[in-house]
Every structure is written in C-alpha cells, then in structure tokens.
C-alpha cells in the first residue's frame, strides 16, 4: 500500500514499503520517478509510480524504514485536517480521536498532547482565515527534517 503525507513545506510526500520519497521527476508518459527523502545522505532508494501503482526501485534504502516518522506524520495530518472539517469538535477530541488506535512507540515520538491540541487550534484558524495566536513549540523534536518553528505567529487581537 502506498499513502502520501505532507512533508513540513506542505508538498506531498509518498510512503512505500516503510519509506519516504519526494517526487523527483515526472514524466510525459504519466510515470512519476520518486527519490527517498534521504537522498541528501546519500541514499539511492527510489519508487517507480505508473497506473498499476508503485514499485520500489532498483536501488536498496541504506538506513532503516521510517515507520515511526511516517505514523506521526499520518497523525499529524490527520489532527490538521480534523480540525479544518469538524468545527464542531473541541481540539481535545480531535487529538483524542487521532491518537485513540496509537501504539506507545508512536505516541512517544509525538508532540505532547498540549502542542498537538495547539496544532489543531491553528489548522483551524488557518481555516477560518484567521491569525494564529503564539504558540511556543517547545518540546517539539522531530527527527529528520521535521522541524517546526518555534513561534508561529505575533500576537494580534
Ligand atoms: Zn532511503
């Protein structure tokens, strides 16, 4: 199976068999060539992308599967979208609900539950158009390139 997450500018990222890639090329014929995101380290994993689905390139990953990573991220996305959609919900049950079938692994790698309810509360904003209120991230550590910053907006009311 094959899903997209976002990655932290907001593109599309494609997780295979445990691995992200980022797109590295598309081609007329509709393939679409995808690099592991660790490429800058030298790894030379790839995905091939055509109308039956993806399949792993030639090249072997040189590092382990990023299973955690792309759980969190799949939470992370699923709390932003949630919070977007369902006005009605609180941020407290967004977050509930997207970390209620979450192992302990993964929900040691997550942002405490605080930043992540304050995550659902800008994705909302975000999607009311209206301006986030400051938020400090500390406690925010992903590995990898996941960063967030840590003031999101300046104070406006
Ligand atoms: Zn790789």
Redesign the pocket.
């Known amino acids: 199976m094959d899903t997209f997450v976002k990655s932290r500018k907001g593109n599309d990222h494609l997780t295979f068999n445990g691995?992200?890639?980022e797109v590295e090329s598309r081609k007329p014929n509709g393939k679409i060539y995808w690099r592991?995101?660790?490429?800058k380290?030298g790894?030379?994993?790839r995905g091939i992308q055509d109308e039956s689905g993806v399949r792993a390139g030639r090249n072997e990953?040189?590092?382990p599967p990023?299973t955690v990573d792309i759980e969190v991220r799949k939470i992370l996305g699923e709390i932003k979208s949630q919070a977007s959609i369902q006005q009605g919900q609180t941020p407290r049950a967004i977050v509930a609900s997207a970390v209620s079938e979450t192992s302990q692994i993964i929900k040691a790698a997550l942002p405490s539950v605080q930043a992540l309810k304050k995550r659902a509360q800008q994705s909302r904003q975000l999607a009311l158009g209206q301006p986030a209120a400051p938020v400090t991230m500390g406690g925010f550590h992903f590995d990898g390139e996941f960063t967030v910053p840590t003031l999101v907006n300046n104070f406006s009311l």
């Open positions: 691995y992200i890639f592991c995101i660790e490429v380290k790894c030379k994993g990953h040189d590092h990023r």
